[in-house]
């Protein structure tokens, strides 16, 4: 079987400005004002079958949060979560549909292999109903919805630590299935 990279650390000044151009193409349709990578973040490129770019996801410690992010989850993070901020998924639109379950299993094997228990996030509503009800991913809005950078937005906790440590149940049979198909690479 040959194996396809699913996802790749941005790791060049060339890879940043790809996932920027990316990123910027997305939002700016969406309506979103753009952001750039924060400092301190690991910052992802979501590829095709065929190693084309399509796609991106940010991740950055918590502490390292904008202050806003930060004063947004302080009464609703405890002492016994490590959290990792999720930001920049971004997918162009003809990769939609693949590009966003591999957004979703990187989300899931990123917070593994780093020891997070749980992420924050603004998410989009729609976004929000597709990682509870299609992959099965515990994401619980914890304050009413928000305007952000644009539009309406919901803060949430994701349960990766549920997701990861429940990953060989049936209701992550479409996290198994890719990473039967996927060699799964997160720096």
Not at 18 to 24: D, P, R, T, V
Not at 139 to 153: C, D, R, S
Request: net charge negative.
């Amino acid at each position: 079987m040959e194996w396809s990279i699913m996802y790749k650390l941005v790791d060049s000044a060339q890879s940043l400005a790809l996932f920027h151009q990316i990123k910027e193409s997305v939002w700016t349709s969406m309506g979103f004002e753009m952001e750039y990578a924060k400092d301190g973040s690991d910052v992802y490129l979501l590829l095709s079958d065929e190693d084309e770019p399509g796609g991106t996801f940010e991740f950055t410690p918590h502490e390292k949060s904008s202050a806003y992010l930060q004063n947004l989850f302080q009464d609703v993070l405890t002492s016994d979560m490590k959290v990792v901020e999720v930001d920049s998924f971004a997918v162009l639109p003809k990769f939609r549909g693949k590009l966003g379950r591999w957004g979703v299993a990187l989300m899931i094997d990123y917070a593994e292999k780093h020891g997070y228990t749980h992420a924050v996030g603004l998410a989009d509503p729609a976004f929000f109903q597709l990682i509870n009800r299609k992959y099965n991913v515990r994401a619980t809005q914890v304050k009413e919805m928000v305007f952000y950078k644009g539009a309406n937005a919901i803060p949430t906790v994701f349960h990766l630590q549920e997701a990861y440590l429940n990953k060989d149940k049936p209701e992550f049979a479409w996290y198994q299935e890719l990473c039967k198909q996927i060699k799964v690479e997160v720096s």
